[in-house]
């Protein structure tokens, strides 16, 4: 029986975090975050900012997604700035939740 030569499987490509997904190939900075087109303007007092800061997220394999978004929500309810939409309180605060 003749043996049949199999081409190995393509390697995997490499892992990324969502931190790969914002930079061009040189290594710079491409994008350093959305921004609606109109942005929502409302203080945000030091402690919603603290709070937020307390469970950063780093995009680490040992971080689950789940449970920063859960604490962000939970913060977001601190919060309740007049005239500003629960989707723009959180648009203009979740870059405070991540490292």
Same mark, same amino acid.
């Given at each position: 029986m003749a043996e049949q030569?199999?081409? &190995? &499987? =393509? =390697?995997?490509? =490499? +892992?990324r975090t969502l931190g790969?997904? #914002?930079l +061009?190939?040189? #290594?710079?900075i *491409?994008? /350093? #975050?959305?921004? &609606? *087109?109109?942005p929502v303007?409302?203080?945000i007092k030091n402690t919603i900012i603290s709070a937020l800061k307390e469970d950063q997220h780093s995009g680490a394999e040992t971080q689950c997604p789940n449970l920063h978004l859960s604490h962000f929500y939970d913060v977001c309810d601190y919060t309740d700035p007049p005239g500003v939409s629960e989707s723009n %309180? +959180? /648009?203009r /605060?979740? %870059?405070?939740?991540l490292t």
């Open positions: 030569h199999q081409n &190995p &499987p =393509p =390697p995997h490509p =490499p +892992r790969d997904y #914002g +061009r190939n040189n #290594g710079e *491409a994008n /350093l #975050g959305f921004q &609606p *087109a109109n303007m409302f203080d %309180k +959180r /648009l /605060l979740f %870059k405070f939740s």
